[in-house]
């Protein structure tokens, strides 16, 4: 019976630590678009807090990772996170926790969307190959009316 609690306390440290445990990876693009509302509407909406003005702009950040692209979402506009440098993340909960600079606290984002890599490579693949075409087409009419 001890031998199995044990392998039991073992088997979920380790999952709980690898949990805790931080990723690297580069954010590449960046947009303002508008803020997200609270997780938990009904229970922001009682205490009052977590409310979010209308018309703000909150950043909105594409980390690519290993593994996984992440499109993450500050949650006000002062949230900023410097581009096309290696940036060490942790996933907490239903958040993405980054901190920047030494800054005195971590900056958590709103998990947008998340698309594995291989997967993002190629749509990348194919929207650069829709612009090229397009870009083409556009030269092919520039030329026929001249």
Not at 103 to 126: G, N
Request: hydrophobic share 40%.
């Amino acid at each position: 019976m001890k031998h199995t609690l044990c392998c039991i306390f073992l088997l979920t440290s380790s999952v709980f630590l690898s949990a805790q445990t931080r990723q690297q990876g580069t954010i590449i693009r960046m947009r303002m678009t508008d803020c997200m509302g609270p997780q938990h509407g009904f229970m922001a909406a009682m205490s009052g807090g977590g409310r979010v003005e209308p018309g703000a702009l909150c950043p909105e950040y594409v980390l690519v990772a290993d593994k996984v692209v992440y499109v993450i979402t500050g949650r006000s506009s002062e949230q900023l996170v410097p581009l096309a440098e290696i940036t060490r993340f942790r996933l907490v909960k239903n958040e993405l926790v980054i901190r920047v600079d030494d800054a005195p606290k971590e900056s958590h984002f709103h998990i947008k969307a998340m698309v594995l890599r291989p997967e993002w490579d190629r749509d990348q693949m194919l929207e650069d190959a829709q612009a090229a075409a397009l870009s083409r087409h556009m030269e092919d009419a520039t030329i026929r009316e001249q």
